[in-house]
């Protein structure tokens, strides 16, 4: 009889060590760098890994640079790779990260980190089911320290912490920093345009819009 009660209670003792160590495997977030050596808190949101910050990095995953393009008409002209700051100010670089053009995306050395990826249009609209009612609200931080009043709806309970970065048209000016936050999918809409999702500083929502290629946006990645 003895026996049989420690048998039972080692055994119920490993099936609870085995189960908590997965939950622990499993919402604990280990942080990602970049070939420049930037490194990325993450978070798990709704079964899929995030960074929990935009893509800062100027080099491919090979190492080749990204070229930094701040004149307005050499953007306006751009068929390849390049990146810039909100209104070329370096400051804005550790709080919004880097804005990219999509060929930058699309280019065959890799702007992902290794064993990451850049968000697929499926993966936003999974978020965006997955968190219901008030999504934009849950994915943007609190507070108007970035975001404009009211910043509508703010929670960020999914730990996003979305942020205002705005984006560069494609005419090279800059727009809506403060105001929206905007985001790249990898996913094409057509030749022209890529699938992008923004968070509003005047809703609780998140929005979907086809954006030129040439436009300048922020970057989230997934882990693969």
Same mark, same amino acid.
Not at 17 to 29: A, G, I, M, T, V
Not at 33 to 56: A, E, F, H, P, R
Not at 165 to 187: A, V
């Given at each position: 009889?003895?026996?049989?009660?420690?048998?039972?209670?080692?055994?119920?003792?490993?099936?609870?060590?085995?189960?908590?160590?997965?939950?622990?495997?499993?919402?604990?977030?280990?942080?990602?760098?970049?070939?420049?050596?930037?490194? =990325?808190?993450?978070?798990?949101?709704?079964?899929?890994?995030?960074?929990?910050?935009?893509?800062?990095?100027?080099? =491919?995953?090979?190492?080749?640079?990204? !070229?930094?393009?701040?004149?307005?008409?050499?953007?306006?002209?751009?068929?390849?790779?390049?990146?810039? =700051?909100?209104?070329?100010?370096?400051?804005?670089? !550790?709080?919004?990260?880097?804005?990219?053009?999509?060929?930058?995306?699309?280019?065959?050395?890799?702007?992902? !980190?290794?064993?990451?990826?850049?968000?697929?249009?499926?993966?936003?609209?999974?978020?965006?089911?997955?968190?219901?009612?008030?999504?934009?609200?849950?994915?943007?931080?609190?507070?108007?320290?970035?975001?404009?009043? !009211?910043?509508?709806?703010?929670?960020?309970?999914?730990?996003?912490?979305?942020?205002? #970065?705005?984006?560069?048209?494609? #005419?090279?000016?800059?727009?809506?920093?403060?105001?929206?936050?905007?985001?790249?999918?990898?996913?094409?809409?057509?030749?022209?345009?890529?699938?992008?999702?923004?968070?509003?500083?005047?809703?609780?929502?998140?929005?979907?819009?086809?954006?030129?290629?040439?436009?300048?946006?922020?970057?989230?990645?997934?882990?693969?």
């Amino acid at each position: 009889m003895k026996k049989n009660i420690l048998f039972f209670t080692l055994l119920a003792f490993s099936l609870y060590s085995c189960s908590n160590s997965d939950s622990n495997e499993n919402n604990s977030n280990v942080d990602v760098t970049d070939i420049d050596g930037n490194t =990325y808190q993450t978070v798990n949101i709704c079964d899929q890994t995030w960074m929990k910050s935009n893509l800062n990095v100027s080099k =491919y995953r090979n190492g080749d640079e990204i !070229p930094q393009v701040t004149d307005a008409t050499q953007w306006a002209n751009l068929t390849t790779g390049a990146w810039c =700051y909100y209104q070329n100010n370096t400051a804005n670089g !550790p709080i919004y990260g880097k804005l990219y053009n999509w060929y930058a995306l699309n280019d065959s050395r890799g702007l992902a !980190p290794t064993g990451w990826h850049i968000a697929t249009y499926q993966e936003w609209m999974e978020i965006y089911t997955c968190l219901g009612d008030n999504v934009g609200g849950k994915m943007k931080e609190v507070g108007t320290i970035h975001w404009l009043t !009211p910043n509508t709806g703010a929670t960020n309970e999914s730990s996003f912490t979305g942020l205002p #970065n705005g984006f560069r048209s494609i #005419n090279g000016t800059f727009n809506f920093l403060g105001k929206y936050g905007y985001w790249w999918s990898s996913t094409e809409h057509s030749s022209t345009e890529m699938m992008t999702f923004d968070l509003n500083y005047n809703s609780g929502n998140i929005s979907t819009y086809n954006v030129n290629k040439i436009s300048g946006l922020s970057v989230r990645c997934v882990k693969d």
